[in-house]
């Protein structure tokens, strides 16, 4: 038996970054980690994926996921692969996507230590992956999955509640009771008015408030994203052009296929060639019929959207779509433009200014896509430097995040302030920002934790 240890949380990521979501909770004779991300963005960031976890991971008894994106539950496989028996708690969506996006993860690994052997550019030879694909399919044998408002108890007698938090399929707010505390956990939050997920149930009373801030800094646009997409068909088809579109594969690839559906219905673009370039987006289809209960759509629109653009699975065909031309619309993956097949396009139809990328939510920083949202206009891609013509346009209006006004509007709709709220998950700006409006606005004590601190949950401050 463990020696008794007053409860603390530390805070392992997601502190001075919008990625790498990892708290450690060490109450009584347990030890639980609140997600399991992936470091993106700048090197100097995803380097510490290859530091030490600051933990065994052996002494882990549980982990319970917010939601499925790689920057919450990336770092599963290596995990599992370095020691962790314990199980994965997540809700049924969630573990159902895990099972996509975990082993892609692990063949990306792969495909970049392959190309790092082939440019010289590591230091190991060969150069080694994070984890492998087979270690991701191996770690997914530890996935329990979970109905939301439905408590249990996990180790030490710590009870879990998943509470909807919108965002994507199977997203969750994570509250923990650990005796006469609770802590809640927003993970990411989604939109009150977003068209295809339910805003995030409200915030119930909490001894300690960990809050993303992902946008605390910004307002998303009060234009209509739809009207704007259109708009931006319209100009770019007109000239014969590509229309890129930049999007995470679950969640904001099927949020731009229901508004390319609305779209067509009305007549309000060019009937072209759309082309949805990401298998684990035409895989995700089925989540979402099998999950109606989480999203908004309804038999009819889910069939529709489906059908407006030609799935494309294999990578020859994949190939092919830049030997096409347009006019034309490509949606692939990744969303930040980090890897995926969206990389290849880039590469062929980034140089003419006929064309268009469209940036369809946040840009981590450190990103190509980032970059390409600032105004740089060369960026590498497999290791050549391609310069782009072609028109840039960032729509924050489809993001699946609430924004900095959602945010604090979400808090109000708690009965009583938290003894403190810890605001992560954001870049330092953002995360300042959304402090100060707490204290300003509410009244809350609030602020940013430092990266591996640790407190009290008995003093929390």
């Not at 298998?279 to 999950?291: C, G, L, T, V």
């Not at 009819?300 to 653009?309: D, G, P, S």
């Not at 969206?342 to 268009?356: F, M």
């Not at 450190?366 to 960032?394: F, K, N």
Request: charged share 20%; aromatic share 6%; with cysteine.
């Amino acid at each position: 038996m463990r020696e008794q240890h007053p409860p603390t949380l530390r805070f392992l990521g997601a502190t001075d970054t919008v990625t790498g979501s990892r708290y450690l909770i060490h109450s009584q004779n347990s030890r639980i980690l609140v997600d399991c991300g992936l470091f993106q963005g700048y090197k100097r960031l995803r380097d510490r994926n290859r530091m030490p976890l600051q933990l065994n991971p052996g002494s882990l008894d549980a982990v319970v996921l917010t939601h499925a994106h790689l920057d919450h539950t990336g770092y599963i496989p290596a995990l599992v692969r370095d020691g962790f028996h314990g199980p994965d708690y997540a809700t049924a969506g969630t573990t159902e996507l895990c099972k996509l996006l975990l082993p892609d993860s692990g063949y990306l690994q792969e495909e970049e230590a392959r190309y790092a052997d082939h440019r010289a550019s590591s230091m190991h030879h060969p150069a080694v992956p994070l984890y492998t694909a087979e270690d991701a399919v191996r770690s997914l044998n530890s996935f329990k999955a979970q109905d939301f408002d439905a408590p249990f108890k996990i180790a030490g007698g710590i009870e879990v509640t998943f509470v909807p938090a919108g965002h994507i399929l199977g997203a969750a707010q994570v509250r923990l009771r650990l005796g006469s505390r609770t802590i809640h956990f927003t993970g990411d939050l989604g939109r009150a008015r977003d068209p295809l997920m339910y805003p995030p149930r409200g915030l119930e009373p909490a001894n300690v408030l960990v809050t993303e801030s992902t946008y605390g800094n910004r307002v998303h646009p009060a234009g209509n994203p739809e009207a704007e997409l259109g708009e931006i068909i319209t100009r770019v088809a007109k000239r014969q052009g590509v229309i890129m579109i930049a999007a995470f594969a679950v969640g904001r690839a099927e949020t731009v296929l229901l508004h390319l559906s609305r779209l067509l219905a009305k007549g309000a673009i060019p009937s072209i060639p759309v082309y949805l370039n990401s298998p684990m987006a035409i895989d995700a289809s089925d989540m979402y019929q099998r999950h109606r209960e989480e999203h908004r759509l309804k038999q009819h629109e889910f069939e529709a959207m489906y059908k407006v653009a030609k799935p494309v699975r294999s990578p020859d065909d994949s190939k092919l779509l830049n030997l096409r031309g347009g006019p034309m619309i490509i949606i692939s993956a990744s969303g930040m433009l980090t890897g995926g097949r969206i990389l290849h396009h880039l590469a062929a139809y980034g140089p003419d200014r006929r064309n268009a990328i469209i940036l369809s939510g946040y840009q981590a920083g450190g990103t190509r896509g980032a970059s390409l949202a600032a105004g740089e206009r060369h960026v590498r891609v497999y290791g050549q430097e391609v310069r782009i013509e072609a028109e840039v346009i960032q729509m924050e209006g489809l993001s699946a995040h609430a924004d900095s006004n959602e945010l604090v509007q979400w808090m109000k709709s708690a009965p009583e302030a938290p003894a403190m709220t810890y605001v992560t998950h954001g870049e330092p700006d953002a995360s300042d920002a959304l402090r100060l409006r707490l204290k300003h606005e509410l009244g809350w004590r609030a602020r940013v934790p430092e990266h591996q601190e640790t407190i009290s949950l008995d003093n929390p401050r």
